[in-house]
């Protein structure tokens, strides 16, 4: 069956960095598009990066832009959150998820999804 499973979240004081990573199993990877997500406590879920099936096209909102960064490798199954100054607000449950082809920040149109990994950004 399909599995997307997220790794590198963590605890991190502000200005720092973390890595996610997000590897895939069971779809052919390459095909689909990644999406990043978050959710922080009574908060909705909010989009904060995607990126094509080639790699050719990544897509951020302006809360994270110039901030996080988005890539993938297809010969690894897995894509990438590079964050980079991390703040406070940027404390959630971080998930990727997949979706054939066309990229997309709903989240309703996501096929896939990770169980989650925590981002904890200390003040």
């Known amino acids: 069956q399909v599995q997307l499973v997220e790794s590198g979240g963590g605890l991190v004081q502000t200005g720092g960095s973390l890595k996610l990573s997000c590897t895939a199993s069971?779809?052919?990877?390459?095909?689909?598009?990644v999406g990043w997500f978050r959710q922080a406590p009574g908060k909705e879920r909010e989009f904060v990066a995607g990126?094509?099936?080639?790699?050719?096209?990544?897509t951020s909102p302006d809360s994270v832009k110039g901030r996080f960064t988005t890539s993938r490798d297809n010969a690894k199954n897995t894509a990438y959150l590079q964050m980079n100054s991390l703040k406070p607000e940027d404390t959630a449950v971080y998930y990727c998820?997949?979706?054939?082809?066309?990229?997309?920040?709903?989240?309703?149109?996501?096929?896939?999804w990770g169980q989650g990994t925590q981002v904890t950004v200390s003040s």
């Open positions: 069971g779809l052919t990877f390459s095909t689909y598009g």
């Open positions: 998820a997949a979706k054939r082809m066309v990229l997309s920040r709903d989240s309703e149109s996501y096929d896939y």
């Open positions: 990126i094509s099936w080639s790699g050719r096209s990544t």
